[in-house]
């Protein structure tokens, strides 16, 4: 008898971005005129869910919110196309998602989200997880429903990922729970503090996993088994809007498919590499084949190449 294969269950938001390309991202006060316009599927959630269907290694499924509304059906097709269960919790009285997105021409991006529907998600909603392995989560939903969701699944045996974004204070319970947390440096230093070294704030942090992107310079993580540096793989980046998204999905799918935690980065961050060389949310997360190629063609990431990026962070 063929086992049932466990699934990745990711719990959270569902946007859809509005583009608008510019010179640079404008100042306070300060108007500028912009060129392109488009619209794409987005939002943390549903990135990172599109982000581990296309990383493989596990069927995945999402629980969002969504009005009743034509955006909905547009957020809906596209977690479908790249071969995502939706779970929808659908709100009549809040509007989908959107996201207004400037994004310049180093690649830099200012982002306004209007979380409508994201906001509908309760406790309650949180489907069975008998065939769940890993649960993946973020900030953009109510916090009390982020913790609801991380202290039922750590009782029920699943592995907790919690991608700490936006940058906000968490509470004592919603960390108890997470296995795995994944945060950038401005939300690293947001929860534990600015005092010493990089490795002293992964420290400070009571989670059995931490891991820190930094963006063009790679990643750092600490678990049980000491420090783990990855550095990042360069390429030409036209928009870096969903490579965090995409290296905390490919992350969660790479673990779930039982990679070890070094290797399972070293994909993350070629994915999140990938993701910056197209333009759009969840139109620019690439498939496995695409990564797997990428790796193939990479250099092999070398000693100096790590104690270059230990250097960088007073971590020789």
Do not use: W
Not at 142 to 164: D, F, I, K, Q, S
Not at 200 to 214: I, K, Y
Not at 260 to 278: E, F, I, K, P
Request: aromatic share 4%; hydrophobic share 50%; proline share 5%.
């Amino acid at each position: 008898m063929t086992a049932t294969p466990r699934h990745i269950l990711v719990a959270g938001s569902a946007n859809l971005d509005f583009v608008v390309r510019a010179a640079h991202v404008p100042a306070p006060g300060e108007t500028v005129l912009g060129r392109d316009f488009a619209t794409f599927p987005g939002g943390k959630g549903a990135n990172q869910a599109v982000a581990a269907a296309r990383a493989g290694g596990a069927p995945t499924r999402m629980l969002l919110g969504l009005g009743e509304d034509a955006f909905a059906a547009t957020l809906e097709d596209s977690l479908r196309g790249a071969g995502v269960e939706p779970v929808i919790v659908r709100s009549r009285k809040l509007p989908t998602g959107t996201a207004f997105i400037c994004l310049s021409d180093d690649a830099e991006n200012a982002i306004t989200v209007a979380p409508g529907a994201n906001n509908a998600l309760r406790a309650s909603d949180l489907p069975p997880l008998a065939a769940v392995s890993h649960l993946l989560l973020q900030l953009e939903t109510p916090m009390e429903t982020v913790t609801a969701y991380a202290a039922t699944a750590r009782h029920a045996g699943v592995t907790v990922v919690l991608n700490a974004a936006p940058a906000r204070s968490l509470p004592d319970a919603l960390l108890r729970s997470v296995d795995v947390l994944i945060v950038n440096e401005g939300e690293l230093e947001a929860l534990a503090g600015s005092a010493g070294g990089i490795a002293d704030r992964l420290a400070r942090l009571a989670v059995p996993c931490v891991v820190v992107t930094l963006g063009a310079r790679g990643c750092i993580a600490r678990s049980a088994e000491g420090l783990f540096l990855q550095p990042a793989f360069r390429v030409d980046a036209v928009d870096t809007t969903a490579a965090g998204d995409t290296f905390c999905g490919a992350l969660a799918a790479r673990l779930a498919r039982g990679d070890a935690l070094a290797d399972a980065l070293r994909y993350a961050c070629a994915a999140s590499a990938l993701a910056c060389t197209r333009l759009g949310a969840q139109a620019s997360v690439p498939a496995r084949e695409a990564v797997e190629a990428f790796l193939r063609d990479a250099p092999a990431t070398t000693a100096q190449a790590r104690e270059a990026l230990a250097a960088q962070f007073g971590l020789t």
